[in-house]
């Protein structure tokens, strides 16, 4: 049998039998693997080290005849040691983990494998808050499911004005012009910040932490709506 040579991010774990690990991965090139790890949980396998949680390991596999694979050998590439020193961004890197492979087919493209490196990255950095790391994060689930919000025109397809305030539509995922509107440009700037760019250039960008409350909350819904089903 061809063995094949990728890198991979665990996705979930499952003991099996006396030893042995059914573990799903997600890889930028082969999608979402499941494979058997034989006698991962000995003491002295060879295995272990490189299927570490909240990690980027090459891993060498043989697809199986079914769904299931088999792992042969791991190498770990890159572990965000930190992450596992805070108990909260540990719960939430387990929280986005499961959110994505529940919001990802099969054989998901490699955006979504960026998309997970980039925020193991994050949370890794203790300066970014974690509220901000969830919004971003949800938010590029939903670009890239086609569900973002249309931050260039209102819903009467005029250009978003930075004097004026609106509210959001979300029936025409829009926002619509409204003289006690409870957004602003600066709200708007940050969403645009949250569905466009990397993570780690966020931390640098001023006021959006103050913003961050209003559009989480947006965000939030958008993703109940689309992805949390």
Same mark, same amino acid.
């Not at 940050?190 to 250039?201: K, V, W």
């Given at each position: 049998m061809n063995q094949l040579i990728t890198k991979g991010i665990i996705l979930s774990r499952i003991d099996y039998g006396e030893a042995d690990r059914i573990i799903? #991965? #997600? @890889?930028? !090139?082969? $999608?979402?693997?499941?494979?058997?790890? +034989?006698?991962?949980?000995?003491?002295?396998s060879k295995l272990a080290g490189g299927i570490e949680l909240f990690s980027v390991s090459d891993i060498t596999f043989i697809q199986g005849r079914g769904e299931i694979? @088999? =792992?042969?050998?791991? +190498?770990? %590439?890159?572990?965000?040691?930190?992450? %596992?020193?805070?108990?909260?961004? %540990?719960? =939430?890197?387990y929280d986005l983990i499961k959110l994505l492979n529940k919001a990802t087919e099969d054989n998901p493209e490699t955006v979504y494998f960026d998309l997970l490196q980039q925020t193991f990255e994050a949370l890794d950095d203790s300066s970014i808050e974690l509220e901000l790391i969830k919004a971003w994060f949800e938010a590029q689930l939903l670009k890239e499911a086609g569900h973002a919000?249309? #931050?260039q025109l209102d819903t009467t397809g005029q250009k978003l004005a930075i004097d004026q305030a609106y509210n959001f539509d979300y029936d025409s995922m829009a926002f619509a012009?409204?003289?006690? $509107?409870?957004? @602003? *440009? *600066?709200?708007?700037?940050?969403?645009? #910040?949250?569905?466009?760019?990397?993570?780690? *250039?966020?931390?640098?960008?001023? $006021?959006?932490?103050?913003?961050?409350? !209003? %559009?989480? $909350?947006?965000v939030r819904t958008f993703a109940q709506t689309y992805l949390h089903h």
């Open positions: 799903t #991965l #997600l @890889t930028p !090139d082969h $999608g979402k693997l499941r494979l058997m790890a +034989r006698g991962v949980r000995k003491v002295k694979g @088999t =792992l042969v050998s791991t +190498r770990l %590439v890159k572990h965000y040691s930190e992450i %596992v020193k805070h108990i909260e961004r %540990v719960q =939430l890197g919000p249309n #931050l012009l409204q003289d006690s $509107g409870s957004f @602003t *440009a *600066a709200h708007i700037k940050a969403l645009r #910040l949250l569905f466009q760019q990397n993570i780690l *250039a966020l931390k640098q960008v001023d $006021g959006l932490l103050e913003v961050l409350p !209003d %559009v989480r $909350g947006l």
